[in-house]
């Protein structure tokens, strides 16, 4: 199928927006448009991209303070802009398939992931650009398998391991990143 896939650019999105339209009237692709809210993005900010049907991720971006004129080529338009805001990318469902949040480039509070369901697969916390705090990390089916504390992006306390069911198998220590115990 990937060789079938039109070629990226202008012609090659046009294409493929075509396409899925045609196999969306027929039934057989769900193009189900997402059910999350728009974007909320924080004063003298702007979204860049877009959500389904038509795009796979979209945030929030302000202009960088210009130093020196570049030459930017055709779809490269993100280079003149920092990340700062919500954050999130889509499966081709429609469903969320991540969020974050950035500040002045750098991820800066929530961050989760989700599976093609739409169950969270990952939560956890960036504090610029750098883990803190407990990480989780979820099954297909939604039951917490891991939890892990971050102190300044190292792992550092207690890793928590679960079973299938959710129940607690094991715990390490670590500090500064190292391992020390079970």
């Not at 009237?25 to 979204?47: I, M, R």
């Not at 979820?138 to 398998?145: C, L, N, P, T």
Request: glycine share 12%; net charge positive.
């Amino acid at each position: 199928m990937n060789n079938l896939w039109p070629n990226k650019g202008l012609l090659g999105r046009a294409v493929r927006v075509l396409l899925i339209g045609v196999l969306a009237s027929t039934g057989l692709v769900d193009c189900a448009k997402s059910n999350a809210k728009p974007l909320k993005c924080p004063s003298g900010t702007e979204v860049i991209g877009s959500g389904p049907p038509t795009g796979k991720r979209e945030f929030c971006a302000k202009k960088k303070k210009k130093k020196k004129k570049k030459k930017v080529r055709k779809g490269q338009r993100e280079l003149d802009y920092v990340k700062h805001g919500p954050w999130r990318s889509f499966w081709p469902n429609g469903k969320i398939e991540s969020t974050r949040i950035y500040k002045n480039d750098k991820e800066h509070g929530d961050f989760r992931t989700f599976s093609l369901q739409g169950h969270k697969i990952i939560e956890g916390k960036y504090e610029k650009g750098v883990k803190v705090g407990v990480w989780r990390k979820y099954s297909k089916a939604g039951v917490i398998s891991k939890e892990t504390e971050y102190v300044g992006g190292l792992k550092h306390g207690f890793i928590k391991l679960y079973d299938d069911m959710g129940v607690l198998e094991q715990e390490l220590i670590y500090r500064n990143g190292q391992w020390l115990s079970r």
